[in-house]
């Protein structure tokens, strides 16, 4: 049976989970293919582009992903993909996942296999959709290195202002970047709210008077206001941070924006270079101090 990688989600495909599995990869640049979180008695064997899964390293609690990493130390080019073959049953049952992406990556997770009784249920790379867009990626490559990852945003404001009108796209593009986190973390998505500015609810004139709210309020905008309990996370010059009375604003670098735009995922260690300023804030509280990312 073939399964075609596309936005992330796979057909539903069951393996029948009986005996040894087997695994063969296909890709046109060097990788190695290997197995996370199997049974530490029972290690699958492993030979460069294929590997074999024994009866009963699958266990109910543990899902297991196959990784493929790249043989020269830096990230697969960009759009690169693999094809994965699993085998069951001495070959008289297989399946075959095509396009699995891997750009940007130096150890990609491909397929998660998860045991439940009998039979085996294979996921797209961390489990499907616990794997987001940018934001998930990020969080990922944090997890991987130890690194600590949260969102503590409990509000975020948007400016609704005619100066905001041609900043959309980086809305757009922080929205989604903040929803992939706390889609891929599993953390609750802080509540989005476009209030009126000076009374007009588009094209308003002025700055947001973010109202008092437990947890931390975060507006989006281009021109901060003055002695509220918000923080800013500014679409404008960094200079603007030294005019404002309390410094708790984040005014991201060009390196940052052009990161959030690509449409692209050969992300490498640039991206999270340059977007590891806006990590480490939104992950703080309230009483952050501001700097430029």
């Known amino acids: ?59 109910e609690d ?8 790249s043989l020269t130390g830096t990230p697969f080019s960009g759009e690169a993909v693999v094809d994965l073959s699993l085998e069951e ?21 491909v397929l998660q296999l998860v045991r439940s009784g009998e039979s085996i249920s294979v996921r797209p790379g961390e489990g499907g959709s616990s794997t987001r867009g940018l934001g998930g990626w990020c969080a990922k490559r944090r997890q991987e290195t130890g690194q600590s990852m949260e969102v503590s945003l409990s509000r975020v404001l948007v400016d609704t202002s005619r100066s905001m009108r041609q900043l959309q796209p980086q809305v757009e593009a922080l929205l989604r ?30 700055a947001i008077a973010p109202a008092p709210a437990p947890g931390r309020t975060v507006v989006i905008t281009d021109l901060p206001g003055v002695d509220t309990d918000a ?13 404002m009375p309390q410094a708790r604003a984040l005014a991201l670098s060009p390196a940052a924006w052009q990161q959030l735009a690509r449409q692209d995922t050969a992300y490498d260690h640039q991206t999270m270079t340059a977007l590891d300023p806006l990590l480490d804030w939104l992950g703080q509280a309230p009483s952050t101090e501001g700097r430029t990312a």
């Open 89 to 109: 049953g001495n070959g008289t049952t297989s399946h075959f996942f095509r396009s699995n992406p891997v750009a940007g990556q130096v150890q990609a997770p």
């Open 62 to 69: 543990a899902p297991v992903t196959l990784v493929v990493e």
């Open 231 to 243: 923080d800013y996370l500014l679409l404008c010059e960094e200079t603007v941070l030294e005019t």
């Open 177 to 206: 970047f903040i929803k992939d986190l706390c889609l891929t973390l599993e953390t609750d998505l802080p509540v989005i709210e476009r209030p009126a500015v000076s009374g007009a609810s588009q094209d308003g004139v002025g």
């Open 1 to 59: 049976m073939i399964h075609n990688y596309l936005s992330g989600q796979w057909e539903r495909a069951t393996l029948q989970g009986q005996g040894p599995l087997k695994v063969i990869m296909s890709s046109r640049e060097p990788a190695r293919l290997s197995a996370r979180g199997t049974d530490s008695a029972k290690r699958p064997t492993s030979a460069g582009n294929f590997l074999v899964l024994p009866p009963g390293s699958l266990t």
